[in-house]
């Protein structure tokens, strides 16, 4: 399989973008999801509760920065967006980087998978180490690409 930073232009299979309620679920972990945490997003296992299911359900709407893309708006009305490498949950402050750092180019990768790519880091993919999930530069490794691929799921709230 060509590794997804090799092509980072849109591909014609990768998936396209529509307003709908997402759970983003581990490929590698599948009874993980993004799960809000303090403001972070961590991988985590969901229980029944509604507060839970909520803080690991997202809108998924139009890149801000690139409309062939994602942002993850919650149920708040703040924006998943990368800071320092890390992903966050913040406001939307109007900026270009907020706009860039908030917006994911789905990948197609394997059985109904996607890698997250950065649009204003191309390369780097939203992965989870030690459930945490961060931005790192593509590696070519089976671990790197387990850890940086999702599913989006119907929501869990």
């Given at each position: 399989?060509?590794s ?6 849109k ?27 303090n ?8 229980g ?5 299911r909520?803080?690991?359900t ?20 703040t924006y ?5 490498f ?5 406001r939307?402050?109007g ?5 860039q ?6 990948r197609?990768s ?16 939203l992965?989870?180490?030690?459930f ?8 070519y ?12 799921v119907e929501?869990?709230a």
């Amino acid at each position: 399989m060509p590794s997804p930073a090799a092509s980072p232009t849109k591909g014609a299979s990768d998936p396209k973008p529509a307003v709908v309620q997402r759970s983003v679920q581990s490929a590698n972990y599948p009874d993980r999801y993004w799960h809000l945490s303090n403001g972070y997003v961590r991988l985590d296992a969901i229980g029944s509760g509604p507060e839970q299911r909520e803080d690991s359900t997202f809108t998924l709407v139009k890149g801000l920065a690139n409309s062939s893309c994602y942002s993850f708006l919650t149920s708040d009305g703040t924006y998943l967006r990368h800071r320092s490498f890390v992903l966050v949950k913040q406001r939307n402050d109007g900026s270009s980087l907020f706009q860039q750092d908030a917006t994911f180019c789905a990948r197609a990768s394997y059985s109904g998978t996607v890698m997250l790519e950065s649009v204003n880091y191309p390369g780097y993919f939203l992965r989870h180490e030690r459930f945490q999930l961060k931005l790192e530069r593509y590696e070519y490794s089976g671990q790197y690409r387990a850890d940086s691929t999702f599913r989006l799921v119907e929501g869990l709230a």
